[in-house]
C-alpha cells in the first residue's frame, strides 16, 4: 500500500460561521497562507492542488483549475472530487495517489465552500422528478426513513442517540472555530425535546448549514523526511465505496457502504476497530454515526444503542468522538464538511487538541458520507485509517 | 396525534420527465403504474433508469403494468418543507414495497399518524397534475 508513503505535514482550519462575509476565494487564501507559515514552504513547492465538492463553485466546469489561477498555483496536478460529504477524505486520498503515481510532490487539499453565502448549485439528478414533488426536503426525510426503519428492525433508545449529541456538543463548547451558536452545552433531553424535521428525525439530529473551510499540505514522505518535518500524519488505509448494492431494488437500509469500506482500510491498517484511539465519522445526523460504529465493527449490527450506553465518547473517554464537536456541533461546511472531522482528526494526531487533547494518539479513525439516493442511505462511504507514526 | 395533510392542496408542476422515463409518465394518463422490466434476468425495477440496474444493458428494458397494492417499507413525518410545501406541514412521505420487488416513494392520503405504521397495505391513488398526468400516491388498500 502506497498510500502511506505520502505524508500530511500541516493542517488549517477557518472558523466556520453561519453565514460568511467573505468569498470562498479569500477563505482558500487565508488557509493556504497558513499552510505556508505552519510548513515554512515557499508557494512554489506546491505543485497540486485537489479539492472537495464546494456548493459555490459548483456551477464552474473548471472549479480546480479556476481555483489554482486565483491562488496562483502552479501545478502538474489539479482535481476537484465530486463525491459530496466524502470529497475532503477523497480529496486526500488521490493526492496521495497523485503523488505516490509521481504526477506531483506536494498537493495543497482545500476544502472551503460558502454554501450559505453563495450557492452555484443546479441540481440534476433524479431528485426533481422523484421527490421533490414529494416535498422531500433532502437528507433529513432520508434519515427519517432510515431511523423508522432501524427502530422497526432492533428497536432504538432515542437517549443513546442523545448522549453522542452531548458528547459532541461538548467538543464544540471547547472549540474556538466551531459557529458561535452551537457553543453552548445541551442535553439529552434537550435532544429529545427538540423540534421534529421530519419524525423521528430531530433538530439536534442535523447539522446546520454553514460557511466555512479547511485544508492539508500532503507531501511525499520522502520529501517530509528532507525536510525535517516533527510532526506528520500518514494515511496507513483507506477504503471508499460508491452505490453500495445499488445492482439491487431493495436493500437493508441498516446496511452501508462503510462495511465493505472499513474492511478494506483496516486490512490495509492491520488494525481492527477496537485498535482505534479516536473516531471522527461523518454526521450529517446523529444515527449515521450510530450505523457506523456497527458497520466498521465495534459492535454487531442491531447493538448501537448498547455500545453507546457502554462507553464515554468525550474527549477523556475510552472512544473519543468528534472531539471538536463534528459537523452537527461545528456547524456543516457545506460539501466541504467532511473536513471538518478529517482535520480534528489530524490535529488531535499532532498533539494540538488543546484543552480537548485526546490521550491516545496511536492513530484515528475517519469517514465521510456523501450523496443521498432514492431508497437507500448514502451514496459514496469512505473510510481512513491514520497514524502520526507511519 | 397530529393533522397529517394528505397535500392534495398542493400546487405541483408538469412532470420533470427525461427521454426514458417519458413511458411511465405516458402511462399516468391512464392511472397506469408501467414498471421497468429487465426481460434477460425477470426482474423488476424502480425508479425509471436509462439502463437495467441489474446487467447495464438498455436493450433488454422493457416497461410492463403492475397493480401496485403493496406495504409501507418504511415513513418520515415531514415537519419541514421548502415551497409549495413550506407552511402545509406535517405530511407523510412512505416508501412501499410491491410484490414485484420494487420500492416506490409517495405522498399519503388519508391516512392518519395512528393508523401508519410499518406493513400497512396500501394501493395507488392518482393525483391529477398539469397536461393530463397523474402523481402516483398511497392510500390504504
Known sequence: ?390 | MVTVNDTLNIERGAPAARSFSQPYWDGTKQKKLLVQFDKSVGKYQWLPRATSRFTGRKSVLEWREVKGEGEVYSHTLVYRARPPFQGKEPFFIAMVTLPEGVQIMGNTVGITQEEMKIGLKVKPYWHPLPDGYHMLMWQKA
Open chain 1, 1 to 390: 500500500m502506497a498510500m502511506r508513503d505520502t505524508a500530511i505535514v500541516a493542517y488549517s482550519e477557518v472558523k466556520t460561521v453561519q453565514k460568511s462575509d467573505r468569498d470562498v476565494w479569500e477563505i482558500g487564501a487565508e488557509i493556504l497562507e497558513d499552510l505556508l507559515n505552519k510548513t515554512g514552504m515557499e508557494k512554489g513547492e506546491i505543485d497540486g492542488l485537489c479539492l472537495s465538492s464546494s456548493t459555490t463553485g459548483a456551477g464552474n466546469c473548471f472549479w480546480s483549475q479556476t481555483t489554482a489561477d486565483q491562488l496562483a498555483l502552479e501545478v502538474d496536478f489539479c482535481q476537484t472530487v465530486d463525491i459530496g460529504g466524502c470529497s475532503p477524505t477523497g480529496a486526500l486520498a488521490r493526492a496521495a495517489v497523485a503523488i505516490d503515481a509521481g504526477l506531483c510532490e506536494t498537493v495543497l487539499c482545500l476544502f472551503a465552500d460558502t454554501a450559505v453565502r453563495e450557492s452555484g448549485q443546479r441540481q440534476r439528478h433524479y431528485q426533481q422528478e422523484w421527490t421533490a414533488p414529494l416535498g422531500l426536503l433532502g437528507p433529513p426525510t432520508s434519515f427519517g426513513f432510515i431511523t423508522s426503519r432501524y427502530e422497526h428492525q432492533f428497536g432504538l433508545d432515542y437517549r443513546m442517540l442523545g448522549k453522542l449529541a452531548v458528547a459532541q456538543r461538548n467538543g464544540a463548547v471547547l472549540n474556538d472555530l466551531a459557529c458561535e451558536k452551537l457553543r453552548t452545552p445541551i442535553t439529552i433531553d434537550d435532544y429529545i425535546n427538540s423540534r421534529m424535521i421530519a419524525d423521528p428525525i430531530r433538530l439536534l439530529d442535523s447539522v446546520m448549514p454553514c460557511d466555512g473551510g479547511s485544508g492539508l499540505i500532503v507531501t511525499s514522505r520522502k520529501n517530509a523526511e528532507k525536510k525535517g518535518y516533527k510532526k506528520a500524519v500518514f494515511p496507513i488505509g483507506y477504503g471508499e465505496k460508491t452505490s453500495f448494492q445499488f445492482s439491487e431494488n431493495i436493500v437493508d437500509v441498516t446496511d452501508t457502504g462503510h462495511m465493505p469500506a472499513g474492511a478494506k482500510a483496516f486490512k490495509q491498517a492491520g488494525l481492527t476497530a477496537k485498535d482505534i484511539n479516536s473516531f471522527h465519522p461523518y454526521d450529517d445526523f446523529i444515527i449515521a454515526m450510530m450505523i457506523q460504529l456497527e458497520m466498521l465493527g465495534f459492535c454487531k449490527k442491531g447493538q448501537g444503542c448498547d455500545f453507546i450506553r457502554e462507553h464515554d465518547f468525550n474527549f477523556g473517554g475510552d472512544l473519543p468522538l468528534n472531539t471538536g464537536g463534528g459537523q452537527i456541533s461545528v456547524g456543516q461546511v457545506g460539501l466541504a464538511g467532511g473536513g471538518t472531522n478529517l482535520v480534528e482528526a489530524v490535529r488531535q494526531l499532532f498533539g494540538e487538541g488543546g484543552s480537548r487533547q485526546v490521550k491516545n494518539t496511536k492513530n484515528a479513525l475517519v469517514t465521510g458520507i456523501g450523496g443521498i439516493p432514492y431508497n437507500r442511505n448514502w451514496n459514496t462511504s469512505v473510510v481512513m485509517v491514520l497514524t502520526p507514526n507511519g
